[in-house]
């Protein structure tokens, strides 16, 4: 099933999103960049995307297994995740389906996303096009993202 996310889904999404970084390839990002990440991601207020965003769930049997928001204020893909044992299900090609159908119809002719290093490779399978490296400051140090767009 797909649904808008709540607050009420708050918890879920976060357990989603940072085992989903504590099952990443290593070959992308070191133990620390990922520790990083993972903080930055704790000290986002949560709620705000929640309440601000277009935030899809699949979930089935009562397990969420994907997340996705899009922020139109920005028309920006903000998250994009789906538990590690469902990688290959093709949620999030369902989410970035909805996603994508949002910022259509709130009239824009493309969207962008800052991918990280792990993601790149399915927004390019997905005709998005990195336009260059995109550093977070976080805890004095740098998280690299990709700055990526599709036109349709």
Do not use: P
Request: include cysteine.
């Amino acid at each position: 099933m797909i649904r808008l996310a709540t607050i009420a889904d708050r918890q879920e999404i976060i357990n989603l999103i940072t085992d989903s970084w504590t099952h990443i390839d290593h070959q992308d990002y070191k133990i620390k960049e990922l520790d990083l990440i993972k903080d930055y991601f704790l000290h986002q207020n949560f709620d705000e995307v929640l309440e601000q965003q277009q935030c899809y769930l699949i979930i089935i049997e009562n397990k969420l297994l994907a997340f996705g928001a899009y922020d139109k204020t920005t028309n920006q893909i903000t998250h994009l995740y789906v538990h590690h044992q469902y990688l290959n299900w093709h949620f999030a090609k369902k989410l970035l389906t909805l996603l994508e159908q949002a910022a259509i119809a709130a009239g824009f002719l493309e969207i962008s996303v800052n991918a990280y290093l792990t993601s790149v490779s399915f927004f390019q399978n997905n005709n998005y096009h990195a336009i260059k490296r995109h550093y977070y400051e976080w805890n004095n140090r740098k998280i690299i993202t990709f700055f990526m767009k599709k036109y349709f």
